[in-house]
Structure formats: C-alpha cells, structure tokens
C-alpha cells in the first residue's frame, strides 16, 4: 500500500510539467493571461483533458494510500477525503470542458454552456478542497514533535491557494470587462497551482520517507505466547 504514495509524487509533478510545456508551445495561448484550463480548448486541447484525468486519479490513489500511512492520528479521516474530492473534481475538470474566454482559442466566440459551468464549478471545488485538505494537514502535523516547519508550510499553502484563486478570478473578471487588459489571471493561477501541487507531492514524498510503524501484536497472542514460555518452568517445579 506504502507504494501507491507515489501516485501522489508524480500525478501532481506531471501535471505541472504538461501545462507549462503546452502554454509555451500552443499557438495564441499567454500563460500570462488564460487560465490552465483553456489548454483543454481549440487545437491540441486534448493534451489538457488527458492531463486532468491521469493527475486527477493518481492524486485519489493518493488518498487512499494516505489514509493507510496516517490512520489513527489527527486528521487521518479528513486529510484523505478532502484530497481524494480533490482527485475527483479534476476528474470532472477533464470531462467537462471550460467554455472560450479571454481571446482564446483565437478569434472563438464568447459562450457559456452546461459543461463550462459544470467546469467553473469543479475548479471552484478544486481550490476550496485542496487548501481546506492543507489546513487539516496543518493540524495533524501540530500534533506531531518535531514538525513545526510542516505546519507552518502546510497553513501558508492553504492561505496562498485562497488568495490566488480570488485574485486571478478577480482579474479575469476585470480583464472580461475591459477594465484591465491583458490582466495577469494566468499567472497568478499557476503560481496558486505550482504551489498547491507541489505541496501535494512533497507531502507524499514525505510520507513515503516517513519510518513505517512496527505492527503491534495483539494482547491476548501476548498472553498466549507467555502462557507458553511459562508452562514448561510451573511443570518443572511441580515435577
């Protein structure tokens, strides 16, 4: 089970690494200003779709192996959940595609339809989700010596996604109305992404650095084991 951890190393890392390469090479695309999202939109838009399902999966594997490397402690029943909605809403991310916006795909028309807004509303849940999963990390690693450094990472990533994920809204929205052009919405969202992501991998390779628990045998196999080593001493002394 340990190694499923991995899933949650390289889902995240993958992710990052295809919408960087994709908005550096797709024809029109500013990294500057579109959103993620919209790689998934006009030629080549598949490369995205691809890259939300695979990173949407590995990161509910993910939860699932997370959930057996921390049972029993603070957190053990959250965490995993709320990354493993996570998981699900780039799942939903991928199968329903954002609507055209802010001049992309090139010379598109301005629509809102069903599976934008269903869209819209996974990357809501996506960015509510994953700081919400950080802050109930948070609390675990407070519980635990010696990790003070991964509380305070894990509360400043969740703080850093909130922030950026209603500043590059906020932006966009301004950018839609004329307000201010060519606003970054862009790249406000990757760095909300690059570090929620990242955190998300670090976290897994942390897990999977983290010394495994010996299983403890259970009482009454104690007993009956001592009652054994026991009974060859009691005959003895009666013989």
Same mark, same amino acid.
């Given at each position: ?18 919408? $960087? $390469? ?6 029109? #695309? ?5 959103y993620v ?26 939860? =699932?192996?997370?959930? @057996? ?24 991310? *991928? ?16 629509? !809102? ?16 989700? /994953? ?8 609390? !675990?690693?407070?519980?635990?010596? *010696? ?5 305070? #990472? ?9 922030? $950026? ?20 919405? *862009? ?5 909300? =992404? =690059? ?8 976290l897994a390779?942390? @897990? /999977? ?8 045998? !259970?009482?009454q196999e ?18």
């Amino acid at each position: 089970m340990k190694k499923l951890l991995y899933a949650g190393v390289v889902g995240p890392l993958l992710f990052i690494v295809v919408f $960087l $390469l994709e908005g550096f090479t797709r024809p029109g #695309y500013s990294q500057w200003r579109h959103y993620v999202s919209q790689l998934a939109t006009g030629d080549g838009g598949w490369m995205q779709v691809v890259n939300f399902l695979v990173c949407g999966t590995l990161v509910i594997t993910f939860a =699932i192996a997370l959930r @057996q490397a921390i049972g029993g402690s603070r957190g053990s029943v959250g965490a995993p959940v709320l990354i493993g909605l996570f998981g699900t809403a780039l799942l939903v991310a *991928g199968i329903f595609v954002t609507d055209p916006a802010l001049g992309y795909p090139v010379g598109a028309p301005v629509v !809102h339809t069903a599976h934008g807004m269903i869209h819209g509303l996974a990357g809501l849940a996506a960015f509510t989700l /994953l700081p919400a999963a950080a802050f109930v990390m948070a609390w !675990h690693f407070s519980g635990e010596p *010696g990790s003070r450094s991964w509380t305070l #990472y894990s509360v400043g990533v969740g703080i850093l996604l909130v922030a $950026l994920f209603i500043a590059s809204t906020a932006v966009s929205v301004l950018d839609e109305r004329g307000v201010w052009p060519n606003a970054p919405t *862009g790249f406000l969202q990757r760095i909300a =992404i =690059i570090g929620g992501w990242t955190w998300l991998a670090i976290l897994a390779w942390h @897990q /999977l650095r983290a010394p495994q628990a010996l299983p403890s045998r !259970h009482p009454q196999e104690t007993g009956a084991a001592s009652d054994a080593r026991l009974a060859p001493d009691v005959r003895n002394s009666e013989a």
